[in-house]
């Protein structure tokens, strides 16, 4: 392998213990100007994490996170109820509103709101 990148991972697994396993993201942070090597791609485990195509299905993803335990842990199990619901249909109406707007088409630096996507 060549590049800084690769003899950096080379570096790591030499004298790494037999489970070591090194997670990377295939999105590069904007600043950088190039992607992950080629090399480094094709010799490693390729995992995607899609959302689900709809808000009803985004948001029983996000309300099913919190299971009974949590929900019982909680004094006021009523109230508690009631903000898992609006927190998890808010996620859902964001991950669907991203799918729309200026902010999403590739080489556009406009856009505001929900429509945008920012680095954080």
């Not at 195509?53 to 109820?81: H, M, P, W």
């Not at 998890?88 to 505001?112: C, D, M, Q, W």
Request: glycine share 8%; net charge neutral; aromatic share 10%.
């Amino acid at each position: 392998t060549s590049g800084p990148l690769n003899e950096k991972v080379d570096k790591l697994a030499e004298g790494a213990h037999k489970d070591f396993r090194l997670f990377l993201s295939a999105e590069p942070p904007p600043i950088l100007e190039q992607g992950l090597p080629i090399s480094l791609l094709k010799n490693s485990l390729k995992l995607t994490n899609e959302p689900p195509q709809g808000i009803l299905q985004n948001l029983k993803r996000a309300f099913y996170n919190f299971t009974d335990e949590i929900v019982d842990s909680c004094a006021k199990q009523a109230e508690f109820k009631s903000i898992i619901f609006a927190l998890s249909y808010f996620h859902a109406a964001i991950l669907e509103r991203k799918k729309f707007g200026v902010g999403n088409i590739p080489g556009s630096t406009s856009g505001i709101g929900w429509n945008m996507n920012y680095p954080f």
